[in-house]
Structures are given as C-alpha cells and as structure tokens.
C-alpha cells in the first residue's frame, strides 16, 4: 500500500469513528502510528509539513483532551474530542490534497 492509499484509508477511519468520544484511544492510537510512518519516511519537520501538522495535533489538541478529561472523567470533553478530530482530520485532508496534486 502506497502512502496516498494509507491515508486515504486513515481518512474514512476517522470519519467513522469522530462521533463519540469513546473513540479517542483508537483514534490516538491511529495518530501515533501515522507520526511513526512519517518519521520513519521523513523526519525533518522542516519538510515533511504532515508530520509537522501531526505532531502538533498530538501536542495541541490530544493534550489539551487528556488533560481535560483527567480533570472531568465523569462529565467527559465533548468539544476537546471534537476539536481533535477536526485537526486530524484537517491534517489527513491536507495530506491527500498535496498528494494528489503531485
């Protein structure tokens, strides 16, 4: 499988899975494994804007969600799953319309 396939297929995981918070570990899980990917393929941030804009996601707004939801494990961090999701999503959006233009 070829990288624009890879996320691609990354894409349509996260569409399925961005309506419930209690899809935060998988979808974190799927984060973590795409920035290794591109570490392994790239790892100049300078370069490989996609792994910049992951690894910023993963700082920015997955932080921001554990951290919230430590705080509020009962209530849960409906609008910090979301904001989550649309960074993920937009960097995997992103990605692909780079790709398919080159």
């Keep these: 499988m070829d990288k624009k396939e890879r996320i691609e297929q990354l894409q349509k995981y996260i569409k399925s899975h961005d309506n419930n918070e209690y899809q935060f570990d998988s979808l974190y899980k799927?984060?973590?494994?795409?920035?290794?990917?591109?570490?392994?393929?790239?790892?100049?941030?300078?370069?490989?804007?996609?792994?910049?804009?992951?690894?910023?996601?993963?700082?920015?707004?997955?932080?921001?969600y554990i951290t919230i939801k430590r705080k509020r494990p009962k209530k849960g961090a409906p609008s910090e799953f979301k904001y989550f999701v649309n960074a993920f999503e937009q960097d995997v959006s992103e990605a692909l319309l780079y790709l398919r233009s080159v």
């Design 30 to 64: 799927k984060l973590l494994n795409e920035i290794r990917l591109e570490l392994d393929f790239n790892s100049d941030l300078k370069t490989n804007h996609y792994l910049n804009n992951l690894r910023q996601t993963k700082e920015k707004q997955a932080e921001m």
